[in-house]
């Protein structure tokens, strides 16, 4: 049975940093593409970034890039989000998310999803 379990969120001051990290079980991380999705309150999701099968990484917010690093480590099964220069903006659940095909800003291709973690940016 397919299982990815969000950590690392939590409070932090603008200007901030955190690592999430999506480990999986029941699967090999590295035959799939994974992304990180985020919801803030009151918002649709989005996605955030993905990372392939082939470690090409693609960002979808421009808000993100050269903030947002998202890279997999395939001995622990696990694919990381590191965020720099957090802003309020950035306070929402992220979701990590896998599917066996491509990278797409759309949500409807990934069909296994983690239970969120939450990120909170605030003085």
């Known amino acids: 049975q397919v299982h990815l379990v969000e950590s690392g969120g939590g409070l932090v001051q603008p200007g901030g940093s955190l690592t999430l990290s999506c480990a999986a079980s029941g699967f090999r991380m590295n035959d799939h593409t994974v992304a990180w999705i985020r919801q803030a309150p009151g918002k649709e999701r989005e996605a955030v970034s993905c990372i392939s099968t082939t470690d090409f990484s693609f960002d979808y917010i421009a808000s993100v890039k050269g903030r947002f690093t998202i890279a997999r480590d395939n001995a622990k099964n696990t694919v990381y989000l590191r965020m720099s220069s957090l802003n309020p903006a950035d306070t929402a659940v992220y979701y990590c998310?896998?599917?066996?095909?491509?990278?797409?800003?759309?949500?409807?291709?990934?069909?296994?999803w983690g239970q969120g973690t939450q990120v909170t940016v605030s003085s």
């Open positions: 998310a896998a599917n066996s095909g491509l990278c797409s800003g759309h949500l409807g291709v990934y069909n296994s």
